[in-house]
């Protein structure tokens, strides 16, 4: 069975623009979460998706954003890019109910 | 200004050694832990998780261990490999809707010496 699949592996932006990425999870997880990995911060819980719908939220400011299509299949956009978007992002799927989530290698996003 | 790295704790062991790595949660509405080893460029991989009925959880060469009265998590990996040299992040999960939602712990960096 094919693991998560997040595309582009590697971005770089300058600040004030807009980014999107994509994550494919796996087959028959339903469930897709985004997580923002950096040196200062560690690992924080963005957004989850489940069935289309938002189902929980972290704290970050309103441009950073997402969503999931019908396929489970999701993606984060991110507005007005600032230096400290730098980060690998990372999104994992699960089945629902409690199971593990399965992540994927990330997209390192880099903004000058 | 400049940004502060976290400082993670490190554990360094000869190939061989048994590993224990500690972590300490603060939701106590907590009902699911999950342990995760992310090597240099990739995605946290899951190693072992474990509910919050339960104090003990064994694997392939690991442990888990709870520890509910004093909020605290702790990781055994028997016979240490070099292979296994990574950062380990516990996480944790309040349940319910929030099960898409785990909180990490700032991880800890194992390095294995053969």
């Known amino acids: 069975k094919a693991g998560v699949t997040q595309t582009p592996r590697y971005l770089i932006k300058t600040r004030g623009q807009q980014v999107t990425l994509s994550c494919s999870p796996i087959s028959g997880h339903r469930s897709v979460s985004w997580y923002q990995q950096t040196p200062g911060q560690g690992l924080q819980f963005l957004f989850e998706?489940?069935?289309?719908?938002?189902?929980n939220k972290g704290n970050f400011p309103g441009r950073f954003s997402g969503r999931q299509f019908s396929n489970s299949r999701s993606e984060m956009n991110v507005s007005t890019l600032e230096l400290g978007d730098s980060a690998l992002y990372l999104c994992?799927?699960?089945?629902?109910?409690?199971?593990?989530?399965?992540f994927g290698p990330g997209t390192r996003l880099t903004v000058l | 200004g400049e940004s502060v790295g976290l400082h993670l704790p490190t554990l360094s062991v000869q190939e061989g050694d048994n590993s224990i790595i500690n972590c300490a949660y603060s939701n106590s509405a907590s009902d699911y832990f999950i342990w995760y080893k992310q090597e240099s460029g990739k995605g946290p991989q899951f190693i072992i998780d474990i509910r919050s009925n339960m104090d003990k959880r064994q694997g392939q060469r690991v442990t888990v261990l709870l520890n509910k009265t004093v909020k605290h998590l702790s990781l055994q990996i028997a016979a240490t490999q070099p292979g296994d040299s990574a950062v380990y992040f516990c996480?944790?999960?309040?349940?319910?809707?929030?099960?898409?939602?785990?909180?990490f712990g700032q991880g800890t960096i194992l390095t294995v010496h053969p």
């Open positions: 994992a799927s699960s089945i629902p109910a409690g199971n593990e989530q399965f």
């Open positions: 998706y489940f069935s289309e719908t938002q189902r």
């Open positions: 996480a944790e999960n309040a349940g319910g809707t929030s099960y898409g939602k785990l909180t």
